[in-house]
């Protein structure tokens, strides 16, 4: 929480003023029990008709003062939530956005977009309360016990002895049930997990006939977190009667102790019944205390768990060249050794090879066996744990990480579009591409058709591109890689939902075009890199072989495993 | 429209009311200790005002009849005490015993629906239902009715006590408390446009914070990150403005009902006092201080049961929508059952025919029209067709997941509506695409169609399948733990298992469905290696996606939107030059 209090720095003067005001409102809310003593002990004791309705304003007064008091309070704490969470909100996401890859998947996109909503909410909700409340409801409770020693010290006593009871009745059962509490989230998490895991394996389930033995075990967990809510329901229904009998016995008490000092001579009626009034102040305010600390704490709880995200130092590259150094080779990995971090084994190990400008080089291989790794080494998104890899002769880490991406043209495995028109999401590379250079690439991408369908390059597309098959998202996210005409060009995989003569069809077209790119083509499929003037087989983060299509086929025997399962020729391969 | 919606609350609530049924013996006790503990509570200052007006003077003070008066008091304090307690536990009881059975009753009749059904409802809205629906249904309809009695009794109470105290104080009470209400209703009313407003651009805002942080990778890759924290600064802007006017005009409730509170209690000291002056004609006044106290402590909590009746009011009106939500469920009509005639299949030859089959999702598309189609024991059928071209209905259709809706398929002879559909299930082994496994042991995930099954059995499975390997190595070999909390298997190993699974039975019948892309290339040649073997004698169904398999098959379906555009052996289709012909030609293609 510390570590987020800069950002509420800004906010100090809202933050101070409005628990101020709402003290302020809290000490006239303790004068009207000595007002309605007076009424008492002056206004009726002296029949004094004059007094009794200047008091009565007085306490009207009071309550206009009070509200507003209470009203500029309400909007200073108010300020001060939304202003601090709406900073930590706009720093958070600059944060994620700085993060490496690495980050990124230790992190995890569900926690990234749980800090900045559910998380950010508790913090607004639980600032806010904390406020105004945090301080008012203790000063309350106090105050009602030190009004009640300007009344009386022998009958304030009783204060003395009933504050601690019942403190420790609110916050010890609140304290009791509250990981009681966390057993049955616990309990109900794993229900609801049971309940998904049922549904997700539904055809599995009836395949085996598993649907009897699948109620069995839902029953069981059901009953399980029924009798852990019971018992928890037990102990929390004793708090509402016990601080009752409390308060109530304090009243009794109070009130037989005062009429024996009244009878001494040494307290008025009207004083015992302003006793009275300030004994019945105190329980409301603690159960309000006791809920609001339940908030609060949840509320730190998730402060903390932002202010651990705002702490994560990214580790993506820092360099500061912004161009290579006009190399003979477009792309260069010299032994390199790749890790993704808490994986036990290597992703890649020692990689060497190098592509000169205008070639075209083919990845292959199963999932698993490090393509992806390979090529997000190339635009910096992973650190390579040993060895180099350079760009036009610069190690990727030395670059600019904006300048080194400009040079690349990225087609990631996932395709992704944003939700707005189709121009808007082939600009991503160059934000001031024309139309005609758009178009170029949507023709290369072999997209035409889908922009023909959808209604040209201000056709809308929604959240995730739902609206398209993965066939046309996987074309479109092409085109926007290839426009601003990237240097070099990475295709990861990038044409799996393509059918055979789409994807043979983009490759003749890539290969056409002017002023040739450095292209990577990562597949699964032998007939996509074929052609390649470079292949490189990876098994396990091994290169098994690097080498031309023919190379290949005459010496390694793991690629021509995989060109025969997949071309099966008449014949030449019999089990 | 609005009457028909009534009409379909109050059934929702009769249906949710047979859930408490079951406990109606417990409900009228709760109700009965309900009233004892609000009558209880609400004479206390009544007595408590007694004992202040015998506080009169030094010297002139009855301690006798005070203490007597304490003690009664006492009493009913321990008896409010107990009563309030025993009516919590009860509820409780009752709340916890609803939501426990409504919920078995929700998955139980998940287990019996067809599968159309979940294949038509997201898992995460389904699961919400039974789990979090339950609870709100309980919470506002149980706790909702004892709070209403309550707050209901203790109007009513206070009302009768305070008349019997002071018609005319009363009625300053009963007259000015409604101003409150009306506040906080002119509040709630005003500020529910910003509200709206405000969850508009809190939408805005979410959806630009998921869009991007799901794809971070790719604003990255191409640097597009200051386009976009400038749109989410723009968007949080506006949302922060729309948050501060929401919260502060709602906050504004409270203060101001507390100022209508402040302006009531004002009044009845004004006119309780001058009352207490009063002279009632009798030699008495018309009130005295006792009483203008307990007075006083009413008026300051008149405005609360009123509070918690409106909170009520809408946490019901949400009971009733989760009740609407889960009983939906509840009420959707079971799978057609098997029929009292059904015969149980036993291990099937496996001649599967079907005749005339047609299908379809909605009346109105039709899928699949007049298949006809002969297999006999222990042949090969591949399917194969671009995704999305049905071949999944087709699985549904031989596993019975759907009913056909003309025609017929038959397993020896037999149409498979006239077996059941447990025995017919059991004679198919099934290896899909998505991979599930339940969160267990990998011996429990293998044994899941044989529990029986000895370890010895399992190992030999496991080696047919060649998992035996993979399977040792693990951290507890066969007793690791997989899914949620246990070991990440990759998903090859996790198509492995599944594959050993269906070897340690091995049904008479196949459906496979080949991997397209997410195995590492050994694990894929093993798993092939696997398949083949399991086929060896068995009628099989194999989508496929690898030439090889399609080749080797001794009948191929091509499939295209939904329907089967050609079949035959592979020379036959090649020889035909048709929509195969294309697919098979576009591999080579340059």
């Known amino acids: ?575 | 429209m609005s009457k028909k919606n009534g009409r379909g609350g109050a059934r929702v609530l009769r249906r949710a009311l047979k859930y408490i049924g079951k406990y109606r013996l417990l409900l009228p006790v709760s109700a009965i200790f309900t009233v004892i503990t609000v009558a209880l509570s609400l004479y206390i200052p009544v007595l408590v005002g007694d004992a202040i007006d015998l506080i009169t003077g030094a010297g002139e003070v009855k301690l006798d009849a005070i203490l007597e008066i304490l003690i009664f008091a006492a009493i009913l304090v321990g008896g409010a005490a107990l009563s309030q307690w025993i009516c919590s536990t009860l509820n409780n009881r009752i709340a916890l015993g609803v939501v426990r059975d409504i919920r078995n009753d929700a998955f139980e009749r998940l287990e019996r629906l067809p599968l159309s059904y979940h294949d038509s409802h997201r898992t995460g809205d389904t699961v919400n239902r039974i789990i979090n629906d339950a609870e709100q249904l309980a919470d506002g309809l149980l706790l909702g009715f004892t709070q209403l009695l309550s707050g209901i009794l203790t109007i009513v109470i206070t009302l009768g006590i305070m008349i019997y105290l002071n018609w005319a104080v009363a009625l300053v009470v009963f007259v000015l408390t409604p101003i409150s209400l009306l506040v906080a209703k002119f509040i709630a009313s005003r500020t529910f446009n910003m509200f709206k407003l405000r969850a508009e651009a809190e939408a805005k805002t979410t959806s630009h914070v998921n869009e991007m942080l799901s794809n971070q990778k790719i604003v990255k890759a191409f640097s597009h990150e200051d386009e976009s924290q400038a749109k989410f600064d723009e968007l949080n802007g506006s949302l922060q403005a729309r948050s501060l006017k929401a919260i502060f005009f709602s906050s504004l409730t409270n203060p101001l009902t507390r100022f209508v509170n402040s302006l009531v209690y004002a009044a009845v000291a004004l006119v309780g006092a001058l009352l207490v002056l009063t002279d009632n004609g009798a030699g008495a006044a018309l009130l005295t201080v006792g009483e203008l106290a307990a007075l006083l402590s009413y008026a300051n909590q008149y405005t609360k049961p009123f509070n918690e009746i409106s909170g009520v009011v809408t946490e019901f009106q949400n009971a009733l929508a989760s009740a609407g939500r889960i009983l939906e469920i509840i009420d959707e009509p079971c799978e057609i059952p098997d029929g009292a005639d059904a015969v149980v299949l036993g291990v099937a030859e496996g001649d599967v025919s079907l005749s005339d089959v047609s299908f379809s999702y909605t009346p109105e598309i039709p899928l699949i029209e007049g298949i006809s189609l002969e297999v006999t024991r222990g042949k090969r059928v591949a399917i194969v067709g671009p995704t999305g071209c049905g071949k999944t209905t087709l699985i549904n259709l031989l596993m019975r997941f759907y009913d056909v809706t003309g025609g017929g398929i038959s397993v020896d002879g037999t149409d498979i509506r006239d077996i059941t559909r447990h025995s017919l299930r059991k004679n198919y082994g099934m290896v899909l695409q998505d991979t599930w496994l339940s969160p267990a042991s990998v011996r429990d995930n293998i044994k899941m169609g044989k529990p029986d099954a000895t370890d010895e059995e399992v190992i030999a499975a496991a080696r047919a399948a060649h998992a035996h390997s993979f399977i040792k190595r693990l951290k507890n070999g066969y007793d690791t733990r997989i899914g949620e909390g246990g070991e990440e298997l990759s998903q090859g190993q996790k198509q492995l298992i599944c594959i050993t699974r269906v070897m340690l039975c091995l049904p008479p019948m196949l459906i496979l469905d080949e991997a397209t892309s997410s195995i590492d290339t050994r694990t894929e040649i093993r798993i092939q290696k696997a398949f083949s073997e399991m086929m060896r004698g068995r009628t099989s169904f194999v989508v496929a996606h690898r030439l090889s398999t399609v080749m080797d098959s001794d009948l191929i379906l091509v499939m295209r939107d939904g329907n089967i555009v050609e079949t035959g052996t592979h020379e036959e289709l090649l020889a035909r030059g048709g929509f195969y012909f294309e697919l098979f030609n576009s591999q080579f293609a340059k």
């Open chain 1, 1 to 575: 929480m510390k570590r987020l209090l800069r950002y509420l720095k800004p906010h100090w003067r809202d933050s101070v003023l409005g628990p101020l005001f709402k003290l302020c409102e809290a000490t006239l809310e303790l004068i009207v029990p000595l007002v309605i003593a007076t009424i008492v002990d002056r206004g009726i004791a002296e029949g004094d008709r004059g007094y009794i309705l200047k008091m009565a304003l007085l306490l009207a007064l009071m309550g206009l003062i009070g509200l507003a008091f209470s009203v500029t309070a309400q909007f200073f704490c108010a300020r001060a939530s939304v202003g601090f969470v709406g900073r930590i909100r706009s720093a958070l996401f600059a944060k994620l956005g700085s993060l490496s890859y690495s980050d990124i998947d230790r992190i995890g996109t569900s926690t990234m977009i749980t800090r900045m909503s559910a998380d950010s909410t508790k913090v607004q909700n639980g600032l806010n309360l904390a406020l105004r409340l945090l301080l008012r409801s203790p000063f309350v409770v106090f105050g009602a016990a030190i009004m009640a020693f300007t009344i009386d010290f022998k009958s304030a006593l009783t204060f003395v002895a009933v504050i601690p009871l019942l403190s420790i009745v609110v916050f010890g059962i609140m304290l009791l049930t509250m990981p009681m509490y966390k057993r049955v989230q616990g309990k109900t998490d794993a229900l609801l997990c049971t309940a998904r895991e049922n549904l997700d394996g539904v055809r599995v389930i009836r395949a085996f006939g598993k649907e009897e033995d699948e109620i069995a075990e839902f029953r069981e967990e059901n009953q399980l977190l029924t009798t852990v809510s019971k018992r928890v329901g037990r102990i929390s229904a004793l708090m509402n009667p016990l601080t009752f009998l409390l308060i109530n016995a304090a009243i009794l008490v109070l009130i037989y102790a005062g009429a024996v000092e009244v009878n001494l001579g040494n307290l008025s009626q009207g004083q015992v019944l302003a006793l009275y009034n300030y004994m019945s102040q105190i329980l409301v305010e603690l159960i309000k205390l006791a809920n609001l600390i339940i908030s609060i704490s949840k509320a730190l709880a998730s402060a903390t768990r932002i202010a651990d995200v705002l702490d994560v130092e990214s580790t993506d590259t820092d360099g500061k060249a912004v161009c290579g150094v006009g190399s003979e080779y477009a792309v260069e990995l010299r032994g390199v050794y790749a890790r993704y971090a808490g994986a036990p084994e290597a992703a890649l190990e020692n990689i060497s090879f190098s592509a000169k400008w205008g070639e075209t080089v083919g990845i292959i291989g199963g999932t698993g066996s490090g393509k992806s790794t390979l090529v997000n080494l190339i635009p910096a998104f992973y650190r390579a744990e040993a060895g180099e890899v350079l760009v036009d002769g610069v190690n990727v880490c030395d670059y600019d990480p904006r300048a080194l991406r400009e040079m690349i043209g990225m087609c990631p495995q996932r395709a992704v579009l944003f939700s707005g028109t189709v121009r808007d999401n082939l600009k991503w590379r160059d934000p001031n591409a024309s139309d005609e250079e758009i178009m170029e690439a949507v023709k290369i991408a072999q997209a035409s058709d889908v922009l023909d369908k959808k209604g040209g390059l201000d056709a809308v597309i929604e959240e995730g591109g739902r609206n398209l098959s993965g066939g046309q998202r996987q074309r479109l996210t092409i085109a926007r890689a290839l426009v601003g005409n990237p240097r070099i060009l990475v295709l990861d995989d990038s044409a799996s939902a393509l059918d055979f003569a789409t994807d043979a069809a983009l490759r003749r077209a890539i290969a056409d075009m002017k002023g040739k790119m450095t292209v990577f083509i990562v597949s699964q499929r032998a007939s996509s890199v074929m052609n390649a003037d470079k292949i490189i087989l990876l098994d396990d983060g091994a290169a098994v072989g690097i080498g031309t299509h023919a190379e290949l086929m005459e010496k390694c025997e793991l690629y021509r495993e995989i060109y025969y399962t997949q071309f099966k020729k008449g014949g030449s391969e019999n089990e």
